[in-house]
């Protein structure tokens, strides 16, 4: 298998409709009712979390990435987002975190030396793959 950029495989299997039709909005998209969820269905409505999951592993063989499953991308987002410098408080609100507490009990002082490390040994591994 070929390996390509994950994100060209995201963005090409979400633009594409479900009858198979070519990429952009699909031909319903005006009957899009916005539920307010940060991943939803092509009509708005509430996916759910065991279609999200193959859809993500399907995602992963086609990008020939390790498999590391939605919850190990949200902890590699945060912890990579931190080591570049990214501001605690503003990856907390994307976890969708209560507090920056929980975000830093969780990952850590980012300017740690251990952090920064920890996020090096991470991208030469992410090199290698």
Request: glycine share 10%; hydrophobic share 40%.
């Amino acid at each position: 298998m070929s390996r390509r950029s994950a994100g060209s495989v995201a963005a090409n299997d979400l633009l594409t409709t479900k009858d198979g039709g070519a990429p952009g909005l699909p031909s319903h998209a005006s009957t899009y009712a916005d539920e307010g969820w940060v991943v939803a269905e092509t009509h708005g409505r509430l996916i759910q979390p065991d279609t999200l999951s193959a859809r993500w592993k399907r995602l992963e063989r086609l990008a020939g990435v390790s498999s590391i499953g939605l919850h190990g991308a949200r902890h590699t987002h945060a912890t990579l987002a931190l080591a570049a410098g990214a501001r605690l408080d503003v990856v907390s609100r994307q976890l969708g975190h209560a507090s920056i507490a929980i975000t830093a009990d969780v990952y850590g002082d980012p300017d740690h030396k251990a952090a920064s490390e920890a996020a090096e040994i991470v991208g030469r591994v992410i090199s290698e793959s």
